[in-house]
């Protein structure tokens, strides 16, 4: 295991001495979300409070808190009397758990939420298609990943109930995990079509026709991913 936290640039790291004890765990939170999402925190590292602290140039009740807060998203476990370390989700977790959990999540919310998807919510969410035409063209797998994510968290803020948007964003850490583990299925250039797709059923298709674009779209493409990953192949 890698010991001990990489250390943060300076330009990323906010300082939060002047923040609320809320806002400096949200913040450190947050920034450990994404270093551990991008890859730059490692699975099996290490993350030591008093380092993040003296990264972020904060007390350690805010980085435990934030710390705990990571546990819950199962993006960080504590090992008794070894400290805490970034989890490592395997592939059978990650296929039979958290896409199964997402996808029935997904069909409640969005089989019968039509009247939901306004003529304002359509030109968000085909913004966001724009953005994976754009990263695909630049090659820009981060670009496609954040458009790809933020087109499925509009529909579900859009449709969802709050509990329901609740337990769904309670994976959506360890889902984008895995997009940048595995990236984009079936391609870069393949996004944005198969999600235009998926909002046309979402606008004009039945609850059946919804139920099977996005069991195809969640479940069906991650095992194309997974298996390029293994054969060692890039999109």
Not at 178 to 192: H, N, R
């Amino acid at each position: 295991m890698t010991k001990g936290t990489p250390k943060i640039g300076s330009a990323k790291k906010p300082n939060l001495l002047v923040a609320t004890a809320v806002s400096q765990r949200s913040n450190v939170a947050h920034f450990l979300r994404e270093l551990i999402i991008s890859g730059e925190l490692k699975p099996g590292t290490q993350v030591k409070q008093n380092e993040i602290a003296e990264n972020f140039n904060c007390s350690p009740g805010p980085v435990r808190e934030a710390m705990r807060d990571l546990e819950s998203e199962g993006l960080l476990e504590h090992i008794p009397n070894r400290g805490v370390f970034v989890t490592t989700i395997t592939n059978e977790e990650f296929l039979q758990m958290l896409l199964p959990v997402r996808l029935v999540m997904e069909q409640f919310a969005l089989r019968n939420a039509r009247a939901k998807f306004t003529p304002y919510v359509v030109k968000e969410l085909q913004n966001q298609i724009e953005q994976m035409r754009v990263g695909a063209k630049a090659k820009n797998i981060n670009m496609v990943n954040e458009a790809d994510i933020k087109f499925h968290t509009i529909t579900m803020e859009v449709a969802a109930s709050t509990q329901t948007l609740n337990l769904w964003k309670g994976v959506l850490s360890r889902v984008r995990l895995e997009f940048y583990t595995y990236g984009p299925s079936p391609s870069l250039t393949k996004q944005a079509p198969e999600h235009a797709a998926l909002l046309d059923a979402l606008i004009t298709g039945t609850p059946a026709k919804i139920d099977e674009m996005l069991k195809w779209h969640i479940i069906g493409t991650v095992h194309s991913r997974i298996s390029k990953k293994a054969s060692g192949k890039n999109a």
